[in-house]
């Protein structure tokens, strides 16, 4: 900025009146606290817990609905990562036994077709929604290596299998060629398993088109005739699908409902269950009480003022990449750099000028402080502290002989990336430009903060290979429908609120410019958009899962999922974080009572 440009005084800078937070020091306790180690008598209950459902899941006591039924209340229960390579084998052999031994699934009931064909194809298995006339079918059987990451390939197998020409759910319908309501109305199990199967359709699958439709009006109407923990967990499917839910999210909540199944293994899968809620929850507490320690000591709330205060609410990104226990380390970094990019948003929305925000942008290009030596205290704070994390990463990857040159390289471009698309925004706000909804999602896709978040994850997980950065750089196809699905609902939630002030436009703003639509038309078509990246999304999850590591593709599918639940019912959680309470103290807080 020259002279003849001075900087506006903070009084005449815009402002949001963001809320603070509520949380203080809650979590700044947790930091160094010795109380959160696991002790020895903790672990071996774990353990002990942990050999006895192995042996439950791979018993030849059990049939293949048990076995279905058990994989599925241990992914509900968020403790399927202790159980990966059991599961794999498990569906391997469920697959290969209707495949080899000429089992007809038409000839199984709805609750059984429907889960079998959610869990495997939630697992990659490109289980197909119908079946054609034909003596011969290949099929190709992979399985996923979990220590190596990778596929193997075990062949195919041509078999001859006597099927119709119709779906497999297709006998379910009645000869008006509509859902048949004695089969699939009446019974409340049925139709759940339904719904939730139909979550992972793809472009074309009509019948599950019709299957979700169908099955979500019917529920609906009846939510108020069912017990309360039963119309608690349909209410919560019907708000958030299991394929559109993050499963530790609802752990909790599903612990209460399995045990008052009759089936219900309280003895071990339960108690392992809560005893690896407890042991987690303690690691969650220790990452946030250690990154709000950080926020404390580089004093934001006084250095940067006008920003969000969003510790506690910033960690659910990072926790929605991997919320395994073994990624606890790269959690920190992930929500330090995220906290930092809500910084730099903030900053970019209601703070800067257009001036100074081009110099901002030039100093992360260049990754040179010298670039906004003229700029206002609060940039310098920003830039310091991202400079800061560069330099932790450093330090990491040479502890775990990481290529830091590799990681940081690619890092630091993401970032650079999404600054460089705010700076877009900024321009089109600063001329009252407002783009077309094409324009704005070419830029949306950084904005969003996928693409960075997926290659965080990338850098400081076991993947960080040239590869593995070079697929992620050019915007894969389920990263960008990953993307459409983060942005689109954010917009929904939060549209309204922005432009109270002056505010770049939104997907709302835009698609009413391109379509000549009014905004109540806006939004059925922003929400038909968002409907089509899922089923985006779930196809190239089936097509990428021999070539990309199925937790990096997890990673991309749950920044989508983590929006679905933060942007829910058109509120912006993230900003106004009061929404989020109850939420954080189940997930993050309270203990639960084992």
Same mark, same amino acid.
């Given at each position: 900025?020259?002279?003849?440009?001075?900087?506006?005084?903070?009084?005449?800078?815009?402002?949001?009146?963001?809320?603070?937070?509520?949380?203080?020091?809650?979590?700044?306790?947790?930091?160094?606290?010795?109380?959160?180690?696991?002790?020895?008598?903790?672990?071996?209950?774990?353990?002990?817990?942990?050999?006895?459902?192995?042996m439950?899941?791979?018993?030849?006591?059990?049939?293949?609905?048990?076995?279905?039924?058990?994989?599925?209340?241990?992914?509900?229960?968020?403790?399927?990562?202790?159980?990966?390579?059991?599961?794999?084998?498990?569906?391997v052999?469920?697959?290969?036994?209707?495949?080899?031994?000429?089992?007809?699934?038409?000839?199984?009931d709805?609750?059984?077709?429907?889960?079998?064909?959610?869990?495997?194809?939630?697992?990659?298995?490109?289980?197909?929604?119908?079946?054609?006339?034909?003596?011969?079918?290949?099929?190709?059987?992979?399985?996923?290596?979990?220590?190596r990451?990778?596929?193997?390939?075990?062949?195919?197998?041509?078999?001859?299998?006597?099927?119709?020409?119709?779906?497999?759910?297709?006998?379910?319908?009645?000869?008006?060629?509509?859902?048949?309501?004695?089969?699939?109305?009446?019974?409340?199990?049925?139709?759940?398993?339904?719904?939730?199967?139909?979550?992972?359709?793809?472009?074309?699958?009509?019948?599950?088109?019709?299957?979700?439709?169908?099955?979500?009006?019917?529920?609906?109407?009846?939510?108020?005739?069912?017990?309360?923990?039963?119309?608690?967990?349909?209410?919560?499917?019907?708000?958030?699908?299991?394929?559109?839910?993050?499963?530790?999210m609802?752990?909790?909540?599903?612990?209460?409902?399995?045990?008052?199944?009759?089936?219900?293994?309280?003895?071990?899968?339960?108690?392992?269950?809560?005893?690896?809620?407890?042991?987690?929850?303690?690691?969650?507490?220790?990452?946030?009480?250690s990154?709000?320690?950080?926020?404390?000591?580089?004093?934001?709330?006084?250095?940067?003022p006008?920003?969000?205060?969003?510790?506690?609410?910033?960690?659910?990104?990072?926790?929605?990449?991997?919320?395994?226990?073994?990624?606890?380390?790269?959690?920190?970094?992930?929500?330090?750099?995220?906290?930092?990019?809500?910084?730099?948003?903030?900053?970019?929305?209601?703070?800067?000028?257009?001036?100074?925000?081009?110099?901002?942008t030039?100093?992360?290009?260049?990754?040179?402080?010298?670039?906004?030596?003229?700029?206002?205290?609060?940039?310098?704070?920003?830039?310091?502290?991202?400079?800061?994390?560069?330099?932790?990463?450093?330090?990491?990857?040479?502890?775990?002989?990481?290529?830091?040159?590799?990681?940081?390289?690619?890092?630091?471009?993401?970032?650079?990336?999404?600054?460089?698309?705010?700076?877009?925004?900024?321009?089109?706000?600063?001329?009252?430009?407002?783009?077309?909804?094409?324009?704005?999602?070419?830029n949306?896709?950084l904005?969003s903060?996928?693409?960075?978040?997926?290659?965080?994850?990338?850098?400081?997980?076991?993947?960080?290979?040239?590869?593995?950065?070079?697929?992620?750089?050019?915007?894969?196809?389920?990263?960008?429908?990953?993307?459409?699905?983060?942005?689109?609902?954010n917009?929904?939630?939060?549209?309204?609120?922005?432009?109270q002030?002056?505010?770049?436009?939104?997907?709302?703003?835009?698609?009413?410019?391109?379509?000549?639509?009014?905004?109540?038309e806006?939004y059925?078509?922003?929400?038909?958009?968002?409907?089509?990246?899922?089923? !985006?999304?779930?196809?190239?999850?089936?097509? #990428?899962?021999?070539? *990309?590591?199925?937790?990096? &593709? /997890?990673? =991309? @599918?749950?920044l989508?999922?983590?929006?679905?639940?933060?942007?829910?019912?058109f509120? !912006?959680?993230?900003?106004?974080?009061?929404? #989020?309470?109850?939420? *954080?103290?189940?997930?993050? &807080? /309270?203990? =639960? @009572?084992?």
């Amino acid at each position: 900025m020259t002279s003849s440009q001075p900087a506006p005084s903070n009084s005449k800078r815009p402002s949001a009146n963001f809320a603070p937070s509520i949380w203080h020091d809650t979590f700044q306790k947790y930091a160094d606290s010795e109380s959160l180690e696991v002790n020895e008598i903790m672990k071996q209950e774990v353990q002990m817990h942990k050999e006895k459902v192995k042996m439950n899941l791979l018993s030849n006591d059990n049939n293949i609905l048990q076995r279905l039924s058990l994989i599925d209340s241990i992914q509900r229960l968020s403790i399927s990562y202790h159980f990966e390579n059991e599961i794999d084998r498990i569906l391997v052999h469920i697959h290969n036994d209707f495949i080899n031994k000429d089992l007809a699934i038409e000839e199984c009931d709805l609750h059984f077709t429907a889960l079998f064909f959610r869990l495997l194809r939630q697992k990659g298995y490109n289980i197909s929604s119908g079946t054609y006339r034909t003596n011969f079918f290949i099929f190709y059987i992979y399985h996923y290596n979990i220590k190596r990451y990778q596929f193997i390939n075990y062949g195919f197998t041509l078999v001859s299998i006597n099927m119709n020409y119709t779906d497999v759910f297709n006998k379910f319908k009645n000869k008006k060629g509509e859902f048949d309501e004695i089969i699939v109305a009446q019974d409340v199990e049925r139709m759940w398993s339904l719904y939730e199967a139909a979550q992972l359709r793809v472009h074309g699958e009509d019948i599950l088109e019709e299957a979700h439709k169908f099955t979500y009006n019917k529920l609906k109407s009846i939510t108020n005739q069912l017990s309360p923990s039963l119309a608690n967990q349909v209410n919560q499917s019907l708000q958030q699908p299991l394929d559109k839910a993050i499963p530790r999210m609802k752990a909790r909540s599903y612990m209460s409902f399995y045990e008052e199944n009759p089936s219900c293994d309280k003895v071990d899968l339960l108690s392992l269950a809560k005893l690896d809620f407890n042991m987690v929850q303690k690691l969650y507490k220790k990452e946030i009480g250690s990154n709000t320690k950080w926020w404390r000591e580089l004093d934001f709330a006084t250095k940067v003022p006008y920003a969000r205060d969003r510790v506690v609410e910033g960690f659910f990104w990072p926790f929605a990449t991997n919320s395994e226990p073994k990624y606890s380390t790269g959690r920190q970094m992930i929500t330090k750099l995220a906290i930092c990019i809500s910084l730099v948003d903030d900053t970019f929305d209601v703070y800067g000028t257009v001036e100074e925000l081009e110099l901002f942008t030039k100093a992360i290009q260049r990754w040179d402080i010298q670039c906004i030596e003229s700029l206002p205290d609060c940039f310098k704070v920003i830039f310091n502290a991202i400079m800061e994390c560069w330099m932790e990463i450093e330090v990491f990857m040479n502890d775990v002989g990481g290529d830091s040159n590799l990681v940081l390289q690619h890092v630091k471009q993401a970032f650079s990336n999404i600054v460089q698309a705010y700076m877009v925004e900024a321009k089109w706000c600063h001329e009252d430009y407002i783009p077309t909804y094409d324009e704005y999602m070419i830029n949306g896709i950084l904005t969003s903060g996928s693409p960075w978040f997926t290659t965080v994850f990338i850098a400081l997980g076991e993947f960080a290979s040239k590869e593995m950065f070079d697929w992620i750089s050019n915007i894969p196809f389920i990263l960008k429908a990953s993307s459409f699905a983060g942005r689109l609902t954010n917009d929904l939630s939060s549209h309204k609120f922005e432009q109270q002030r002056k505010h770049v436009a939104s997907a709302v703003e835009s698609c009413m410019k391109q379509y000549n639509f009014s905004e109540e038309e806006a939004y059925e078509f922003i929400k038909k958009d968002i409907n089509d990246s899922w089923k !985006d999304m779930n196809e190239e999850y089936l097509k #990428l899962t021999e070539e *990309i590591p199925r937790p990096i &593709l /997890d990673c =991309i @599918v749950n920044l989508a999922r983590i929006c679905e639940f933060i942007y829910a019912n058109f509120e !912006d959680k993230y900003t106004n974080c009061e929404l #989020l309470n109850d939420d *954080i103290m189940a997930l993050l &807080l /309270d203990p =639960i @009572v084992v």
